[in-house]
């Protein structure tokens, strides 16, 4: 009698795998394989049938090459800067233009063509936090996590747009969230315990990105454990594969969507389905849009986005020179000056159109400190210094692909402030999250000729907080602040609180 091996596939099956990757140079994937159960046997194997090994081998001599290019093209001057042809600042916009833009925005909305796309991701490793970065909790006055403020700005974005949908049908913002193996069961957790923060929950959908396996610096695929792959999200820009593969384009066109707000989770003050924006773009005809900050000092480590050898794209600051980064124009604006902030517009049309040259796109190295097995010892090292690398591709690297591309300068300060890093580092942190949120809501009151009780000049410490299902950006509250002072502590969730704590 023979007894049925648990393994889920034949022999000659795995036959054929071993030598797969054996050809591959990659056959030290299967080093423990004899000293492993049966049920771990099947999991190592599940997992290796799943990667493509030879495409895996190319990513990897590819972003190698590019890493190359990239130190040569620093030193070749092919960079320029943008062309006033494709770049606009609200800094510099008269107001009827940005009122034109936004009131073009809040159309596109209310008749249903604007969807938002949620880049949430990554795996937050430098905020230290178990929990997906969208569900972090800055310390606002409410305890609201970046999700659920995201959310609330969806949800008054469609309010605000209500007046302008013609056949009285609720506005509908569908919110595509984009998740991965280490982020996705959390994240849809979180939102059903907080019943989708007020959103139809048909109106939030979730889809997985892809992996790739970690390398060791000399391309092998890296073992976390006797049998199982280190792998790692394959990046913002795994976003474009993630849309085609998960069906997110058909549901677009299902919805009749054409153009899409694209952000990231880790921004506390992104302007989500930003009106203003959208109109921006629409009016441009973009196909392909970003969003950009001035930089904060021509030495700021960000990179900006430019021309690079005759097409759109970002260069990161380890790519270009001090003397090109202190370049200046006749006025005496930085001519690199389009800090990139990963906040971009799509139309529907070209997401459709990546599939052509997807394969053209280059992933990028990024060295990472990654758990591996010694393939000697089996000893299982949590490494102090970068052990490996992960293969990403980035968001931003559609770019040269654009044909009608528009950048759009944003003030900082009202739009830009990412949770990076751990409490207590003083940058791009908790902290710095919470403080510019708080001050912001200081300035909306500011801004409506209001004034607010100050118990300290510490936004961190300030118990002061408006909702945005109040006030997206500063709008509606006028007729209640005007010449008056808000009392705090105050965390405003109604007009009815800010009325009450208003004198
Ligand atoms: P970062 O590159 O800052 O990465 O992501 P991260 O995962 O948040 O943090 P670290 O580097 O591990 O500390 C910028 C944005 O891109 C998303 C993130 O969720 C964040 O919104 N992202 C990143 C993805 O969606 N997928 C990825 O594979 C990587």
């Not at 069961?185 to 979180?190: Q, V």
């Amino acid at each position: 009698m023979t007894v049925a091996s648990p393994l889920p596939y034949s022999d000659n099956e795995i036959q054929a795998l071993r030598a797969r990757f054996d050809n591959a140079g990659q056959g030290h994937v299967f080093n423990f394989y004899d000293s492993i159960n049966e049920d771990e046997k099947a999991e190592l194997l599940k997992q290796l049938m799943k990667i493509d090994v030879e495409n895996l081998n190319k990513i990897y001599d590819k972003a190698i090459e590019g890493a190359a290019n990239a130190l040569h093209s620093q030193q070749g001057n092919s960079l320029q800067p943008l062309s006033t042809e494709v770049f606009d600042s609200v800094l510099k916009q008269d107001p009827t233009q940005l009122k034109e833009w936004e009131t073009l925005g809040l159309e596109k909305i209310a008749e249903g063509k604007v969807a938002v796309i949620l880049m949430a991701g990554g795996q937050g490793t430098r905020l230290g936090s178990s929990d997906p970065k969208g569900c972090y909790n800055i310390n606002l006055p409410s305890g609201k996590s970046l999700f659920q403020l995201q959310a609330e700005r969806i949800l008054k974005v469609q309010e605000l747009t209500q007046r302008y949908r013609r056949d009285g049908q609720d506005v509908i913002i569908p919110w595509y969230i984009m998740t991965s193996g280490p982020t996705n069961k959390r994240t849809f957790d979180f939102f059903t315990k907080n019943n989708f923060f007020g959103l139809k929950k048909e109106n939030v959908i979730f889809f997985e990105q892809g992996t790739l396996p970690c390398l060791t610096m000399d391309g092998k695929i890296i073992l976390e454990s006797k049998s199982k792959v280190a792998i790692a999200p394959d990046g913002n820009g795994g976003i474009y594969k993630a849309l085609q593969e998960k069906g997110v384009i058909s549901d677009l066109k299902r919805r009749g969507v054409e153009y899409s707000h694209c952000y990231c989770v880790d921004n506390c003050l992104a302007r989500v389905a930003d009106p203003i924006f959208i109109g921006y773009c629409v009016s441009k005809g973009t196909d392909c849009g970003v969003k950009v900050v001035g930089k904060a000092a021509p030495e700021e480590p960000v990179g900006v986005v430019c021309v690079r050898n005759g097409k759109y794209g970002v260069v990161e600051y380890s790519e270009i020179s001090e003397e090109t980064a202190h370049e200046r124009h006749p006025d005496g604006s930085l001519k690199y000056n389009a800090a990139n902030i990963a906040n971009h517009f799509f139309s529907t049309a070209f997401l459709e159109r990546v599939p052509t040259f997807q394969a053209e796109l280059e992933y990028h190295i990024a060295k990472k400190k990654i758990k591996y097995t010694d393939l000697e010892t089996g000893e299982q090292i949590t490494p102090k210094a970068n052990s490996g690398m992960k293969l990403e591709c980035f968001v931003f690297d559609v770019f040269p692909y654009a044909q009608n591309m528009s950048v759009l300068e944003v003030e900082r300060h009202e739009e830009f402030s990412p949770l990076k890093n751990a409490p207590g580092t003083g940058a791009d942190c908790p902290e710095t999250s919470r403080r510019d949120v708080v001050a912001q809501h200081v300035r909306f009151i500011e801004k409506a000729g209001g004034k607010v009780m100050r118990t300290t000049d510490d936004y961190t410490e300030l118990m002061f907080e408006i909702s945005p299902v109040v006030s997206y950006s500063g709008e509606g509250i006028e007729h209640i602040v005007k010449g008056k002072t808000v009392k705090t502590p105050a965390t405003i969730e109604t007009l009815d609180d800010l009325i009450r704590v208003t004198c």
